[in-house]
């Protein structure tokens, strides 16, 4: 020991034998990362992640979500964002300039549109949106100035799916030029795999929310940006690393938590979720049912033809003799439900909407709809709860 047992505590000569192992992922934590010599700084790669350079630019915890996340979704590179939304700006930002246009589903999660609108706008980029359940808008909407084409499946809200093999294949013969980016929260890599939707064909990259089913528990904000072409991955690997984007590692611990249980809770909500569906389609309040394994629901079809699972979420389009307060009122009432944002959680949310104000290109939907996310709570006690309170509706 020296004279100063401040220096000795913070270089101190104690090494722990490296060859721990657990069934949990180290939590790397670190924004300064060292470097053995100087050849050593100059050398390494951070972008190939063949090894470590700065907390920013990956530790081994983010590089083992990344690895995992590739795995789930079928892709070979992956990079982590702050959010699921982040994940979208990151993708815009990446690959548009100005004077180039994106396309946008018109049932697009909004705060992707507001992106659009507001920044994208400001910076001289301009965007189309098409009804996603019609190819031949998407066609329309195409010319030579547009760069990337986001998908998501299904619609935001009310849970459209679209005809993604016929969106794919549209892009790819009348705007060879564009990258195609697929909003893959709800599918979550299980539903269906975003890069093999037929022979030849796939999305070129996919954003997740992470904070949804792979954090799976209502407290972690994150988002994933997946792809396989390395060419793709760098241009976005550098403007990520441009723009700072970072996550905190105890964040990623609780999602490399969650993940081994993701395709069992996702199994499960989605199960609930039917039931509860096939229940709401009998009670006479409600108009009609958007999920995209009922027959009549939007796009089913093309459900049907690609996936295998369909998430935990379905939208109640309520009858057009209930007003909004009076929909609104159902909502307060509500136990097992409660109001708030987000999904994938173990805790089941009602949010209304209303319909003929959901699209900027025409709404199907009238009255007031009721977008419900299911939890991981006893699915009779949820039936229960939603059928008291449309008694109450009805005064009874
Ligand atoms: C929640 C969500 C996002 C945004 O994720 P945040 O982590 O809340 O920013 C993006 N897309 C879809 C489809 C979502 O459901």
Redesign the pocket.
């Known amino acids: 020991m020296s004279d100063s047992k401040s220096t000795d505590l913070i270089h101190h000569p104690y090494q722990a034998p490296g060859d721990f192992e657990s069934p949990v992922v180290p939590v790397c934590k670190g924004s300064t990362v060292y470097f053995p010599n100087m050849a050593a700084l100059r050398q390494r790669q951070w972008v190939d992640k063949s090894a470590y350079t700065y907390g920013l630019h990956g530790t081994p915890t983010t590089f083992t979500l990344e690895a995992r996340l590739a795995t789930l979704e079928g892709a070979q590179h992956v990079l982590l964002a702050p959010?699921?939304?982040?994940?979208?700006t990151v993708v815009n930002m990446g690959l548009l300039k100005a004077g180039d246009t994106l396309l946008l589903p018109d049932n697009v999660?909004n705060?992707?549109k507001d992106f659009a609108r507001h920044e994208m706008a400001a910076w001289g980029i301009g965007h189309r949106l098409y009804d996603a359940m019609q190819p031949e808008s998407l066609a329309q909407a195409l010319d030579e100035t547009v760069k990337l084409v986001w998908l998501?499946a299904p619609g935001?809200v009310t849970l459209e799916f679209p005809d993604l093999p016929a969106l794919v294949r549209t892009v790819r013969e009348k705007a060879p030029q564009a990258v195609i980016a697929l909003?893959n929260?709800?599918g979550a890599g299980l539903a269906f795999d975003a890069f093999a939707l037929g022979e030849g064909l796939g999305v070129d990259l996919t954003?997740h929310?992470?904070?949804?089913y792979p954090s799976g528990g209502g407290d972690v904000?994150?988002?994933s940006v997946a792809c396989r072409d390395t060419a793709l991955y760098e241009k976005l690997a550098w403007t990520h690393s441009r723009l700072g984007l970072g996550v905190g590692a105890n964040d990623v611990e609780l999602v490399l938590r969650n993940l081994p249980s993701l395709p069992l809770r996702y199994a499960a909500q989605d199960a609930a979720a039917r039931r509860i569906a096939a229940w709401a389609q009998t009670q006479p309040q409600v108009a009609r049912v958007l999920h995209p394994a009922l027959p009549d629901s939007p796009g089913h079809a093309h459900w049907a033809a690609l996936c295998r699972a369909a998430a935990g979420l379905l939208t109640l389009e309520m009858d057009p003799r209930f007003s909004a307060a009076q929909v609104d009122s159902f909502v307060d009432g509500l136990q097992r439900f409660r109001i708030g944002?987000?999904?994938g959680g173990p805790v089941s949310l009602a949010v209304p909407y209303q319909g003929g104000a959901m699209r900027k290109l025409g709404s199907p939907y009238r009255g007031t709809l009721v977008r419900l996310c299911i939890g991981l709570e006893a699915v009779d006690d949820l039936i229960a709860d939603l059928a008291a309170g449309l008694a109450r509706l009805d005064g009874r």
Do not use: F, Q, R
Not at 209 to 212: I, P, S, Y
């Open positions: 959010s699921g939304l982040s994940a979208i999660y705060p992707s998501e935001s909003d929260t709800w954003i929310a992470l904070t949804k904000l994150m988002g944002w987000s999904w």
